[in-house]
């Protein structure tokens, strides 16, 4: 708190009704899914000139210290117990998979109908299929702009 936003009086009174497990909680715009939602809504509903999104992310994200900042990120494919702890910790998933199941290396499984089960499935259908394919022809909506 106050190394972070204890620099001005403006960042200050940004947190000042946060808890330190509330601001330690804040997440970088690139992996904050509200953050990307707003950024994607305001960007869809720019009419009249084009629109980028910057998002800050950081490679091997929520991976711990097996990957996380690393240029290693995608060639892992083991990750230590304190690894996998900081991982679930990091996705919230402390109420579904307990520090005794971690050496399991424990599956989790959404339950049928769940709202976490259905938004997967939707996805997929949307996405016309569980295996990706490839269409010669493009088949959303496009608009070229008159120059």
Known sequence: REHFFGKYPETTALVEDMTDDE?????????????????????????DRPTVIL???VKGYSMGTAAEGKNVAHQ??????????????????NDRVSDE?????????????????????????????YLPQRSPNFTGDFHVPEL
């Open 23 to 47: 601001i330690f909680a804040l997440r970088r715009g690139g992996h904050d899914p509200s953050k990307i939602y707003a950024a994607l809504k305001r960007a869809e509903e720019t009419i």
């Open 55 to 57: 998002a800050k992310t």
């Open 76 to 93: 892992v494919k083991k990750m230590d117990l304190s690894s996998i702890i900081h991982l679930r910790d990091r996705l919230w998933l």
């Open 101 to 129: 199941d971690i050496p399991k290396f424990p599956y989790l499984e959404l339950g049928e109908g769940s709202a976490e089960h259905e938004y997967l499935h939707a996805r997929r259908q949307a996405l016309h299929g």
